[in-house]
Nanobody, 116 residues
Framework: QVQLVESGGGLVQAGGSLRRSCAASGSTIRGTSMGWYRQASGHQREFVAT???????NYATSVKGRFTISRDNVRNTIYLQMNSLEPEDSAVYYC??????????WGQGTQVTVSS
């Protein structure tokens, strides 16, 4: 069983930055694709960014150029650096481990609120 513990959410003004962390336990993240998703109030959960086991990244159009996903296999942790935040980025952000049916786990989610 994989457990994901997220940290780094909170309240920030528009234009500011936040760094999210997601620490995994119970299994190594090495060799596993990881990702960040978000869900705004009244909306479905949506893709934000992914990073493969070899470090290749992919971003949603809405965050490209502002957000950076990274991983530290030694610390068994992934990160999401969020810059130039906009009120539209306000959501609960979730860390995702794996993209295989039956082998996918989610973090508890943490609120990010961007004030205008």
């Amino acid at each position: 069983q994989v457990q994901l513990v997220e940290s780094g959410g909170g309240l920030v003004q528009a234009g500011g930055s936040l760094r999210r962390s997601c620490a995994a336990s119970g299994s190594t993240i090495r060799g596993t694709s990881m990702g960040w998703y978000r869900q705004a109030s009244g909306h479905q959960r949506e893709f934000v960014a992914t990073i493969t086991s070899n470090g290749s990244t992919n971003y949603a159009t809405s965050v490209k150029g502002r957000f950076t996903i990274s991983r530290d296999n030694v610390r068994n942790t992934i990160y999401l650096q969020m810059n130039s935040l906009e009120p539209e980025d306000s959501a609960v952000y979730y860390c995702r481990y794996g993209f295989i049916v039956g082998r996918t786990y989610w973090g508890q989610g943490t609120q990010v609120t961007v004030s205008s």
